[in-house]
């Protein structure tokens, strides 16, 4: 039975201290004694003369006692030294033989200590990092193995529909052909009738002929004389018919399966998948006991969150610098970014002052967002690149998209990827890029192999790593799970859906502005229709930016005002 990790030591209920008579929780650790300790016998063990200077330590940083080995030379003793000239572990009176004489010796308790801890770390990184890494690639193997029955299942659908196609092509040229022997067997017959009439009035021109040869040679010979000379006409030409001849079709397996489409897999190398490098979660294991406590802090307020029966107006601000309020990005610091259609981005402070202004090819898209460092990074779909704002207002290419156009982008609250919605002729896509420019994935059609975007001007991700794109095009919220597979798509409550400003919160809501109603909708997270969370009769009129902080606190802005209007909707 393998010993239970320092996490699983921490939730026994059994960890007492281990003095006698006290039944305290053990939270401290003495590695001399080794024993764990309460906070008041911590405290006396440090005042008393024996023992005042153990090493006392909190009980997950505790050291692991030695194993107890008795020395074959010397039974009664313990091996707790080892030798690191012979290499051997020994006891203490082992040390002081002829044999050890003048060699060096280290602490066995604390080389065991420290192999224990290397050890641990290599089971804590196979629990952490190669396990729940392996298991996760293995789940996209499910899921790809998933999506090639789909598309191979499509794919035979489609070559049962071209034979089909082309079945029905060869009826019809059959049917046309056999047609068209009728016609050809009728008119050769229609010739040849008339050949056979112009013989029948040939043969009756012979008789007649025959009478009047018969009617001369019955007179005298003296009259015979005198007459007219009879002639016959020649015999009429005809001509035979030609025959109509069946010359079948050339063609070979080869050209029907030219014909309907040929199945293959591209001749292209292998794409790898993509492993978290282990320098990345080592880094994610270290984090402080602040950053987990916080986390268990946030943890603990989304248990509590719920919506409130009402939206309650919480301030207005007056955004300067701009001609509407089309776009919301909140930094760390709290100051406001707002983009306006014109493509003015501005920075105020929490009074409404204007900060900076830059002027960006940005019109009716979300081309901006703040970042987890404290950056804001914007795209300009005209030069095809993403810039970064760093805190000290320095301004620099981030990405090149190449022959892409970026037109939305989303800085990840889960693990700083950029999420970025991009445009090319006729073709679109969702690009993640890594917090260090470094693209990993592309998204651009769904299972069937048909395209999931027609324009993505608004983009965001949801607390479970979905992908959330409002597209005012497509007229549709399409949304796709981290590894790009189409989830669902949210197409409105029947009337003419607009899409525009979408967002998401600490409960995993999806809110999107319809720019044809002018109203907000509220989705869970599976897309399922919860309300309408802002409407004309909560004193907005043309929603289209939206945004939620940290604080839960509602961000809208307008396409007709530059007022910035804040809300409470969880409680």
């Known amino acids: 039975m393998s010993e239970p990790s320092d996490e699983q030591d921490d939730m026994q209920h059994y ?15 003495c590695n001399a004694c080794h024993q764990p300790l309460c906070e008041q016998c911590r405290d006396e063990h440090v005042k008393n003369p024996d023992t005042k200077f153990h090493e006392i330590v909190l009980y997950r940083h505790r050291k692991k006692q030695l194993p107890v080995e008795k020395c074959k030379l010397h039974p009664t003793r313990n091996v707790d030294i080892f030798c690191k000239e012979c290499k051997i572990p020994l006891c203490s009176k082992c040390s002081t033989t002829e044999e050890h004489q003048g060699h060096k010796f280290d602490d066995l308790e604390e ?63 059959t049917s046309e052909n056999i047609e068209n022997t009728h016609t050809m067997e009728k ?124 939206v309650t107006k919480v301030r207005e601000y007056s955004v300067p610098g701009i001609k509407s309020a089309l776009h919301v990005s909140v930094d760390q610091s709290g100051r406001l970014w707002v983009g306006d259609n014109k493509g003015n981005l501005v920075q105020t402070d929490l009074q409404g002052n204007l900060l900076q202004k830059i002027q960006t090819s940005g019109r009716y898209e979300g081309y901006h967002t703040a970042t987890q460092d404290g950056d804001l990074i914007y795209s300009d779909k005209d030069k095809r690149v993403i810039f970064r704002i760093t805190p000290d207002r320095r301004i620099t290419e981030f990405i090149k998209t190449g022959d892409w156009s970026p ?50 001007h608004y983009i965001t991700e949801n607390i479970n790593g979905d992908i959330c794109t409002s597209d005012c095009n497509k007229r549709a919220v399409v949304v796709v799970n981290k590894s790009g597979h189409h989830r669902f798509s949210y197409t409105g409550q029947g009337s003419l859906f607009l899409p525009y400003g979408i967002c998401t919160d600490v409960l995993g809501h999806i809110l999107v502005c319809d720019c044809y109603s002018n109203i907000v909708h509220l989705l869970d997270q599976d897309g399922g229709f919860l309300s309408v969370i802002l409407s004309p009769q909560q004193g907005i009129k043309y929603p289209r930016g939206v945004y939620v902080d940290e604080e839960n606190n509602l961000y809208v802005g307008q396409a007709v005002n530059t007022t910035l209007t804040v809300y409470k909707y969880l409680q």
């Open 187 to 310: 008119s050769l017959l229609e010739m040849l009738k008339s050949q056979e009439t112009t013989y029948d009035d040939y043969i009756a021109y012979l008789g007649k002929m025959s009478d009047e040869f018969q009617q001369y040679l019955s007179l005298t010979n003296q009259k015979l004389l005198f007459s007219e000379t009879l002639t016959i006409k020649t015999i009429p030409e005809t001509t035979k018919p030609v025959l109509p001849v069946f010359t079948g079709g050339k063609f070979s397996k080869d050209d029907i399966s030219k014909l309907l489409g040929r199945v293959n897999v591209p001749n292209t190398e292998p794409e790898k998948r993509k492993i978290q490098p282990m320098e990345a979660e080592s880094t994610h294991m270290k984090s402080s006991e602040k950053q987990l406590e916080q986390s268990k802090e946030k943890s603990d307020v989304k248990k509590t969150l719920s919506l409130s029966s009402s």
């Open 111 to 173: 080389i065991y200590a420290e192999k224990y801890a290397l050890e641990q770390g290599e089971l804590s990184k196979i629990q952490k990092y190669f396990l729940p890494t392996t298991q996760s690639l293995k789940s996209y193997i499910k899921e790809e193995a998933t999506q090639i029955r789909k598309i191979m299942e499509s794919i035979r659908t489609s070559m049962k529909a071209e034979a089909k196609s082309l079945k029905n092509l060869v009826d019809e040229v």
């Open 407 to 456: 037109v939305s982008v989303h800085s990840s609250r889960i693990n700083g990827d950029i999420l970025v919605g991009m445009i090319k002729d006729r073709e679109d896509k969702v690009t993640r890029y890594s917090k260090a420019g470094k693209e990993i994935q592309n998204i651009q059609r769904d299972n069937q192999g048909q395209e999931l975007y027609e324009y993505p």
């Open 15 to 29: 960890l007492v201290c281990g003095t006698e008579d006290c039944q305290k929780k053990g939270q401290f650790y």
